[in-house]
């Protein structure tokens, strides 16, 4: 079954089209990277499948529902996840107050709910331990280091109980052990059926951990495939070198 | 210590109760009643100020209103005050409903400016509306306790600003606690996070906004049913939504009793100096200057002062990669 | 006919004011994310300081403008480095407004108590005529007005454009960081930009204090009007406020003279929501606006 599909998604900003006609899909269950050089509008892609910027033109699709110019919360209740780039948590919460912040569905009940509700907070300790980082959960998340803080974005974003997960550079700006223990989570947690679309520049990561990759450059897929194939592409080198 | 911190309030609600019969003459009953309203007042504007971190300077606008509105009723349709004061509450929530879909559109500087607007709209509103409000000569509303006298007044309503003053805590407190609030604390720390975790930001600003109106509208009904005389320029004006923002601030926004405390310095220092100076125009000055002090050397109050954790990050950063050798097998 | 003729040049004239009034807004925005509500506080305290030197010396309003020009410009600088400053980055944009709003009372406060709270005017004898033309009159001190502002914001627009303090304005204000690295001291420009802004209040206070009565509480009125010029036009956009304040004075003047005074100025509150509702980055540029 078809988990994300966007059809001719064009975004500009000013004279530059960041996204350009970018028709992509994925299956479900799958761990997609989605690579290509600075620039060729992928994180802006995350933007607009996610309602944070509205697409000029194109559509997306989630499980056949057209999701276009749906608000952000509404993308998440579909069962989007999004991580960004430069991790962004609450800092002046605690790491449990930051993991009970997701909302699944709006409903009054569920709304005036008591924060410390046994069924929420027991979920939240079991991704906090999931993620190793469940001694924490009374720290202001401002005073975690940024592996953490990474952890608990993803954490947080689970809460949410998303199907199709966008995480965007997990692996920036933190040590190799944690890229390992990040990339193992990912695999444990498409193993449980969570479908990833995975924006990062590692490259060892991405062709380790992808099942398929898709190449985009100026803002359109030019290549898509398992990652063997990809590697090889001549299209893919040229538009990393830039000739 | 926990005792202390649960005996702490208990001492000083059975305080606040007794205040009445505890001080020498009925004036310093009217200043405590002024003191308990600004503090309910600054409480509802913490729903929101504190919560989302959307600062309104023109809350002053739902306290005219809620003045206005309950004065209106009692003079020109004769209701009787307790259902004008609840009728005229709910309409200026739902009228702040409006209000706030487009005023939470825009974040931070702008939203303030737009609570100005409001405030100066809602004041040019009333003062040019005269066959309804009475303009600028203001509006005479009739005591809704005709049998007792001045001192005893102040008592009554006393009591009604104590009693909105529990209602507004109990509300704060009561979101603090529920998921609601998390989303609206998730709000001011980063409000396009918050929306990607399936936060509704939009439609909680919005009820953070109607509720703090809510309470600040009852505060309008009471003020006009006890002073039983309006001055658009007086209740629609900046200085009042600035009092909330000043005791709000000076107290501590993230606490629960930091209005109150707020409330409690701010407000008779302003009668203080009310006394002392006359009627001059320095205590504005004086207003002015502690605005520019809390701000420049204590953004977050008195309480986060007082409770403030040990300085510095409180977990070393390399736990975590011990965390991890642990945990990776 | 001949009203709405009049209600427009009257218009046009007083947003020539309005653009003047408003460019000070645009520079503190720009170069420090700063909405600074004490600004029409200082106008009026700029015409109080005209209406002492014209009373005490009994000379031209004008001729206060060398001495106050100077000082406001100091001032200006004051208030960013020695208050904004230190301001604790994270919050700002909000934190700035609380702050000079505590600045607005402080000034309105003195005002009240030096001056006490009665209207204060300055009527110079040149002023009070009106030139008709085609039947539209107009006033002589619109027109004085007029010209001020179209002339101050000509030499604000030249030092932006050609001086090397104005490049260095403008570069603080397009990328701090990038302005930085190039060795430009972005923190005392930031002052300078301050004290360029105070100075317009200077000039736009003596021009005020000649065509309107004011009071120590006149101030109020006047964030409301201006701020709504800078909303409309896009927070942090000099041109766009500009076109913003014709537009609003056309507006005003018009519904002035067909409808009233109270609805005029409601013209200005109308126009921030309605802009909010439409296009909350406002309608001519200022991409940046809704996140300040």
């Not at chain 2, 909105?164 to 704060?172: F, G, Q, S």
């Not at chain 2, 930001?201 to 509208?217: D, E, M, N, R």
């Not at chain 2, 049913?225 to 200085?239: E, K, R, T």
Request: aromatic share 10%.
């Amino acid at each position: 079954m078809s988990s994300l599909r966007t059809e001719g998604l064009t975004k500009a900003f000013g004279g530059v089209r960041a996204v350009d006609g970018a028709t992509v899909e994925l299956r479900d269950g799958r761990i997609n990277g989605l690579i290509g050089p600075n620039g060729s509008g992928k994180t802006t892609f995350f933007n607009i499948v996610t309602g944070m910027i509205r697409p000029d033109a194109g559509r997306v699709l989630y499980r056949d529902r057209d999701i276009t110019r749906h608000t952000p919360h509404r993308v998440a209740h579909a069962g989007i996840g999004r991580t960004f780039q430069l991790c962004r948590v609450f800092p002046r919460l605690t790491v449990l107050e930051n993991m009970l912040v997701a909302v699944r569905r709006t409903r009054l009940r569920e709304l005036l709910a008591g924060l410390r509700d046994r069924g929420e907070v027991e979920r939240a300790r079991h991704w906090l331990r999931r993620m190793g980082i469940e001694h924490l959960e009374d720290a202001e998340a401002r005073d975690l280091s940024y592996g953490q803080q990474k952890l608990l974005e993803l954490a947080a974003v689970l809460m949410a109980e998303p199907d199709l997960i966008l995480l965007d550079e997990p692996a920036g700006g933190v040590n190799p052990a944690l890229i390992d223990r990040i990339a193992g989570l990912v695999r444990d947690l498409n193993a449980e059926g969570r479908t990833f679309l995975v924006v990062e520049h590692n490259m060892d990561l991405v062709m380790g951990m992808c099942d398929h990759v898709i190449v985009f450059d100026r803002g359109a897929p030019i290549a898509e495939g398992p990652p063997s194939v990809v590697r090889e592409d001549p299209r893919v080198l040229e538009a990393y070198l830039g000739v | 210590m926990r005792i202390a911190s649960r005996g702490l309030p208990l001492l000083l609600a059975a305080l606040a109760i007794a205040y009445p019969w505890l001080v020498p003459n009925y004036y310093l009953v009217y200043a405590g009643a002024l003191t308990v309203m600004y503090a309910a007042m600054a409480t509802s504007w913490n729903l929101l100020g504190g919560f989302t971190g959307y600062v309104s300077l023109g809350h002053s606008a739902f306290f005219g209103l809620g003045a206005y509105g309950t004065g209106l009723l009692v003079t020109r349709l004769g209701v009787p005050w307790v259902v004008a004061l609840v009728v005229s509450a709910v309409l200026v929530t739902a009228f702040a409903a409006g209000v706030g879909v487009a005023a939470v559109r825009v974040r931070g500087a702008s939203f303030v400016i737009v609570s100005i607007a409001l405030v100066s709209m809602m004041n040019l509103v009333v003062q040019g509306w005269r066959s309804l409000t009475g303009g600028s000569t203001g509006l005479q509303v009739p005591s809704p306790f005709p049998g007792l006298h001045r001192g005893q007044t102040h008592m009554v309503f006393f009591y009604a600003f104590l009693a909105l003053l529990a209602l507004a805590l109990l509300v704060w407190w009561y979101v603090s606690r529920s998921r609601f609030g998390a989303g609206l604390r998730a709000i001011r720390e980063d409000e396009d996070k918050a929306e990607s975790l399936g936060v509704p930001t939009g439609a909680y600003k919005v009820t953070a906004f109607c509720l703090s109106a809510l309470f600040v509208a009852l505060a309008g009904g009471l003020y006009a049913l006890w002073f039983g005389s309006l001055d658009p320029i007086f209740v629609f004006s900046i200085l009042i939504g600035s009092y909330m923002v000043l005791m709000s601030l000076l107290g501590g926004v993230r606490h629960l009793f930091g209005p109150l405390l707020g409330a409690l310095i701010v407000a008779p220092a302003g009668e203080y100096f009310l006394i002392a100076l006359g009627e001059t125009q320095i205590h504005l000055t004086a207003t002015g200057l502690v605005l520019v002090l809390v701000v420049l050397f204590m953004p977050d109050g008195i309480l986060a002062r007082l409770t403030r954790r040990r300085a510095g990050p409180s977990i070393p950063d390399q736990s975590a990669d011990q965390r991890l050798q642990e945990v990776t097998p | 006919m001949s009203l709405i003729l009049q209600g427009l040049a009257l218009g046009v004239l007083t947003g020539g004011l309005y653009a003047l009034l408003a460019s000070g807004l645009s520079l503190y925005f720009g170069v420090m994310r700063v909405v600074m509500v004490a600004h029409p506080a200082f106008l009026f305290l700029a015409a109080y300081l005209t209406y002492t030197v014209h009373t005490a010396f009994g000379v031209d309003p004008f001729l206060a403008l060398p001495v106050t020009v100077p000082v406001f410009f100091v001032l200006g600088v004051a208030v960013q480095r020695l208050l904004v400053a230190r301001l604790a980055p994270d919050n700002l944009a909000m934190m700035s407004v609380l702050l000079t709003f505590g600045l607005a009372l402080t000034i309105e406060g003195l005002l009240g108590t030096f001056y006490t709270g009665s209207y204060r005017s300055i009527s110079m004898e040149y002023a009070t005529r009106s030139l008709t033309v085609g039947g539209v009159s107009l006033p002589y001190d619109r027109i004085i007005a007029f010209a001020v502002a179209a002339l101050t914001l000509g030499v604000l627009f030249a030092v932006l454009v050609k001086s090397r303090f104005g490049r260095a304005l403008r570069a603080t204000i397009q990328h701090p960081e990038a302005a930085r690295l190039v060795g430009i001291p972005t923190e005392r420009v930031a002052g300078y930009g301050f004290g360029v802004g105070l100075a317009t209040a200077a000039v736009g206070g003596t021009v005020l204090a000649l065509i309107t009565p004011f009071f120590p509480a006149s101030h109020w009125v006047w964030i409301g009007k201006l701020m709504a010029i800078i909303v409309v036009g896009g927070l942090g956009s000099v041109v766009g406020a500009a076109l913003a304040a014709v537009l609003l004075g056309v507006v005003e003047g018009v519904v002035l003279v067909t409808v009233d005074a109270t609805w005029a100025t409601m013209m200005f509150y109308v126009f921030v929501f309605l802009t909010l509702l439409a296009r909350p980055q406002g309608f001519f540029g200022g991409r940046l606006a809704h996140r300040f």
